[in-house]
């Protein structure tokens, strides 16, 4: 069944000739002598200044020229044709999907006599409905951004709303740089594409976040975009990544933060510590140019290459001011253990429980102390690894007796290639690379021992893009491209060989687990410790596209459609070895139901009785989805002051099944 499924999607593909979701801009316009009558079969270059890559094409029978596909940056549009002067207009600028209205005037002359027209205001786009706005390349490098995380930007286009607080948002806060809503639609309601490519995992949270210096330009859709974008309740956010040129460019940066250079905490300052290790460390290098091998290849005017990459060591302080068992209290003693109130605890044995008329009966422990032998192994095995009180903590509670900081690393790094290369005038491809690493050491090992050692994350994205572009005639042209993410979490559990038998567990137990961890021991009103075990979420997108275009003499006509296949499986084994929460109600007395103020948690750990306690047996499903669209969308030029945007589109998110079940 599932290969006759894809068959029918292979079948499908080859007849509809898939659409993708166009991230170029285009040059369009008419050819008219100087009295207004149009001109056909004119000859017209569309050379990108940048590169010297150029596209040719003829005008329609009335006069009309389309040129799509063209990557954003500088271009220059020239005209010849018998009997009039050469045309030449510098300085035109191609954004993200702009459509720029570029009307060519040819005057009687020779061919050898040029017109030369400088673009000196910008040229309006006249020829879409669309609803947006571009961020150039000097607004992304210009704008300060706390993080540098370039999709933020796309919050100062309005029609964008926030819907988080923050304020510093890395290239590695995936989820703060989805939190947005575009056209009053809900939060991750948006289609986010880099270089045409979807760029969200299945719960449409962004997969790749490229640097600052590697985006080109940043289109942000909030409404009526064209019937070839689609899946998206909320906006589309296209992002170009740049591509090399003729001219060899690059930058490097370096942001830095210091603990030298700032006050110390309040907490800190009152529990007498000094301050903790602070640095944040955000750095790179991007580099762009025609591919050149000494003696090989020189890619001048033909191939070129662009990379970047982006680097960040981060230290974070941390504080913490918790509670610990008191000396006393790890050996039983609780003749000094008063509540917060100052009232005295008196500790009951669980074990003399008897039922009375009226309620229950427990006998108290003489001198609020519990015999040694009665204490359980294994409570005492994981207190010992329970650090001592390092400072007075409240009076008579004694609670916050204990005082942490400390720092973890936080480290990042990016790269991004992409490489450009012209076969003909006619076709052209490029490929572009990506990945991610965000290694974390968790910054809460307390104790600095397995009972709070930190787990280790790693949040990894890797992504490959492939476009070919085929200028069949000058009427009809061909796009077709491939792209692939995979963005997730894995998450392992530290130390690895760490057996459960040594805190005096029972091997049959042992027998039973997923996974030997450090169980979870939440004591009430004291620090717990323990961690989940490992987890894994990882999300695969596979995405196929391609695009037919038509160019006639009133109509631009595009048809096609998409198919994404969503992959996701998560494993999170939890608290594998078990947590377990303890109380005051197993050695409250007299009676343990009305009398509440007695009994201590700590106490009730000491004597082995949680209040409850569970171990999961958690699977890790592999989920599945098909997506398809197609599309068809025409451009009606009705005159030359007219353009209607008539589109077409069919949607089908496929059900969401279970890959091995």
């Not at 078990?578 to 409250?588: D, I, L, P, V």
């Not at 005159?639 to 945007?645: D, E, F, H, K, Y």
């Amino acid at each position: 069944m599932r290969l006759l499924q894809c068959a029918l999607i292979v079948v499908w593909m080859a007849a509809a000739d898939l659409a993708a979701q166009e991230f170029r801009g285009a040059i369009l316009g008419r050819v008219v002598d100087s009295s207004g009558a149009v001109i056909p079969n004119v000859t017209i270059t569309i050379t990108n200044t940048s590169t010297n890559t150029s596209v040719k094409t003829e005008s329609a029978s009335n006069g009309s020229y389309t040129v799509p596909f063209l990557i954003p940056g500088p271009y220059r549009v020239s005209a010849q044709v018998a009997g009039f002067k050469a045309f030449v207009r510098d300085g035109i600028e191609v954004q993200v999907q702009a459509r720029i209205q570029t009307d060519i005037v040819l005057e009687p002359g020779v061919v050898t006599e040029t017109v030369m027209v400088k673009a000196d205001t910008p040229l309006l786009e006249t020829n879409t409905a669309s609803v947006g706005e571009v961020v150039d390349q000097m607004k992304i490098v210009s704008l300060p951004t706390n993080g540098r995380n370039p999709y933020m930007i796309a919050r100062i286009v309005p029609g964008v709303q926030p819907t988080d607080t923050r304020t510093f948002t890395r290239p590695f806060d995936n989820g703060g740089a989805s939190s947005i809503s575009m056209g009053g639609n809900p939060s991750q309601n948006n289609d986010v594409l880099l270089d045409g490519i979807p760029n969200v995992d299945a719960g449409n949270t962004i997969a790749f976040i490229p640097a600052v210096e590697a985006v080109q330009e940043m289109k942000v859709q909030t409404n009526t975009f064209d019937a070839e974008f689609g899946r998206a309740a909320g906006g589309v956010i296209n992002v170009t990544v740049k591509s090399g040129a003729n001219q060899i460019h690059g930058a490097l940066h370096e942001f830095w933060r210091n603990d030298r250079l700032e006050a110390n905490g309040f907490f800190n300052n009152r529990a007498g510590q000094g301050k903790p290790r602070q640095r944040f460390h955000m750095f790179g290098a991007s580099a762009g140019g025609p591919l050149y091998l000494p003696r090989l290849y020189n890619g001048h005017d033909r191939t070129f290459l662009f990379g970047s990459w982006d680097s960040i060591r981060q230290s974070d302080p941390t504080s913490l001011v918790a509670t610990v068992p008191t000396a006393a209290q790890r050996t039983g003693d609780f003749s000094r253990t008063f509540d917060g109130r100052g009232r005295f605890l008196p500790i009951f044995d669980p074990f003399t429980t008897v039922a009375v008329p009226g309620g229950f009966r427990r006998t108290a422990f003489e001198n609020n102390q519990i015999p040694a032998a009665r204490m359980d192994s294994v409570a005492v095995n994981i207190l010992k690894l329970f650090a001592p009180p390092n400072q007075p903590g409240l009076p008579l509670s004694a609670e916050e007796n204990f005082f942490w900081t400390g720092s973890s690393p936080d480290d990042y790094d990016a790269f991004i290639a992409r490489l450009d290369h012209n076969f003909t005038e006619r076709q052209r491809l490029f490929f572009r690379a990506s990945a991610s690493r965000r290694p974390r050491l968790g910054d809460d090992d307390i104790f600095e021992n397995i009972a709070t050692e930190s787990r280790f994350l790693n949040r990894i994205s890797r992504g490959a893009a492939l476009d070919y572009v085929n200028t069949i005639s000058p009427r009809l042209l061909l796009n077709a491209r491939f792209g692939m993410i995979r963005f997730g979490n894995v998450t392992a559990y530290r130390p690895a060989g760490f057996r459960l038998a040594s805190l005096g567990f029972p091997e049959r137990l042992v027998g039973q687990l997923l996974e030997q961890i450090f169980p979870t021991i939440s004591i009430s009103g004291i620090t717990t410790v323990g961690r989940s075990g490992q987890e894994e979420s990882l999300d695969n997108v596979y995405t196929l596209q391609t695009n037919m275009t038509r160019i006639g003499a009133r109509h631009t006509l595009k048809w096609g459609g998409d198919v994404r296949v969503y992959q996701d499986v998560g494993l999170a084994v939890g608290a594998a070895s078990g947590s377990f929460s303890f109380n005051q109600a197993f050695t409250r007395g007299p009676d343990p139901v009305p009398v509440t103020v007695s009994g201590h948690s700590v106490a009730s750990f000491l004597l082995g009785t949680p209040g409850s306690g569970s171990i999961p047996k958690n699977v890790g499903p592999a989920f599945q989805n098909v997506y398809y669209a197609s599309y068809v969308q025409d451009d009606i030029r009705i005159s030359p002051r007219l353009t209607v945007n008539a589109g077409l589109r069919y949607d089908y998110e496929g059900p969401r099944t279970e890959r091995y079940n």
